[in-house]
């Protein structure tokens, strides 16, 4: 008796679409950092990516996004100086 392997998907393409599907943002995930966890927190995130349906990679970009949206007035300010900062610069 042959296995049959017609009808087979790759569980990576499956895992890609599944956590690809809450992304609406027009910008692409391209850039690449390194952080580093303690080894309690990363099983935690595996174990909460499992359950959500997300990849741990995702996980982390949702919340670096609500930080930064949080944080955006400060942020904002926080670049109004710095452009005025260099336009005073270039005056020089």
Known sequence: MSKEFNNMS??????IKKGNEKETQEEPR?????????????????LASSLEG???N?????????YLEENNEA????LKVYEKFRSNLDEL
Not at 75 to 78: K, L, Q, R
């Open 30 to 46: 391209s850039k690449q950092m390194s952080i580093l966890v303690k080894p309690s927190t990363h099983e935690k995130l595996k």
């Open 75 to 78: 942020i904002e300010a926080y």
């Open 54 to 56: 997300n990849s741990v």
């Open 10 to 15: 790759n569980p990576a393409s499956n895992f």
């Open 58 to 66: 995702g996980i982390i970009n949702d919340v670096l996004e609500a």
